[in-house]
């Protein structure tokens, strides 16, 4: 889910939670 990532800059919590 890196495109999520990039688009979640200010927040990359998102990604890690996503992983």
Do not use: D
Request: net charge positive; with cysteine.
């Amino acid at each position: 889910m890196i495109g999520v990532c990039q688009s979640t800059r200010p927040p990359p919590i998102i990604h890690s939670r996503s992983s």
